[in-house]
């Protein structure tokens, strides 16, 4: 029995830097840009990614993408955004993607996004997805096998991560809790809805804690463990 608990301890101390990948996620969804009137913050949506692990991962052709309250998601080439080939977030770092067209109604971010896509949100309910290979139209429950590495529901949006946060506005976001850290796969728990969120990107400064011990996520069996 000794010797079967050292091998399972050992097999699973290997297997956690192969996993890193699972420490990217959502940090944080801003979805009331693109209105042409009213007084939203942004004129852009956005949505930010954090790396809570100790090693850089390479997200080239990771995909951000978008579904209605109940629709699927990228259910067209509008829904999805596509990270470059080669894109790497280094740890503790967080990734800034503006998506939308500007709007006349709103400021403009108040850092440079590091990318830009045309996805747009909608400002009250759905739901965004960040995977590491397209899901082109399929419904929650359908995706790829593997591919999905978090979400966020919010409003009357399905498919959430246990219980889907309230519904946005113009003028909030969702916000992860701890600069990034917490991530108990419950949205509501996860998330905090805030008033004119400030948005972060590969030049803010990185997560003071997580620089001093970062988070690596691993699975076994139907177990996760989080090692600081």
């Known amino acids: 029995m000794k010797r079967i608990a050292?091998?399972?301890?050992?097999?699973?101390?290997?297997?956690?830097?192969?996993?890193?990948?699972?420490?990217?996620?959502?940090?944080?969804?801003?979805?009331?840009?693109?209105?042409?009137?009213?007084?939203?913050?942004?004129?852009?949506?956005?949505?930010?990614?954090?790396?809570?692990?100790n090693v850089a991962v390479n997200i080239g052709s990771w995909t951000i993408e978008y579904g209605s309250a109940t629709g699927n998601w990228g259910s067209s080439a509008a829904n999805q955004f596509a990270f470059p080939v080669g894109t790497t977030i280094q740890p503790c770092q967080y990734m800034l993607v503006s998506l939308g067209t500007p709007s006349?109604?709103?400021?403009?971010?108040?850092?440079?996004?590091?990318?830009?896509?045309?996805?747009?949100?909608?400002?009250?309910?759905?739901?965004?997805?960040?995977?590491?290979?397209l899901n082109n139209n399929l419904a929650?429950?359908?995706?790829?096998?593997?591919?999905?590495?978090?979400?966020?529901?919010?409003?009357?949006?399905?498919?959430?991560?246990?219980?889907?946060?309230?519904a946005l506005s113009t003028t909030t976001g969702a916000i992860r809790n701890s600069a990034g850290a917490t991530d108990?796969?419950?949205?509501?728990?996860?998330?905090?809805?805030?008033?004119?969120?400030v948005p972060r990107n590969t030049q803010s400064p990185r997560n003071a804690t997580c620089l001093t011990t970062p988070t690596r996520i691993?699975?076994?069996?139907?177990?996760?463990?989080?090692?600081?």
Not at 11 to 40: D, E, H, K
Not at 146 to 159: E, I, M, R
């Open 6 to 53: 050292t091998t399972l301890a050992l097999l699973a101390l290997c297997a956690a830097p192969a996993l890193a990948a699972n420490a990217v996620r959502i940090s944080q969804v801003y979805t009331g840009g693109g209105a042409s009137t009213g007084s939203p913050t942004y004129n852009v949506d956005y949505v930010e990614i954090y790396n809570s692990g």
């Open 104 to 133: 006349s109604a709103g400021g403009p971010l108040p850092i440079s996004a590091d990318f830009t896509g045309t996805l747009s949100m909608g400002a009250t309910a759905g739901k965004v997805a960040l995977f590491n290979a």
């Open 140 to 166: 929650c429950g359908s995706e790829l096998a593997g591919t999905l590495v978090d979400k966020l529901s919010y409003g009357t949006g399905n498919c959430p991560e246990a219980t889907n946060v309230a």
């Open 184 to 197: 108990s796969d419950n949205n509501v728990g996860d998330f905090t809805i805030v008033a004119s969120p």
């Open 218 to 228: 691993s699975t076994w069996g139907s177990v996760k463990s989080i090692y600081r």
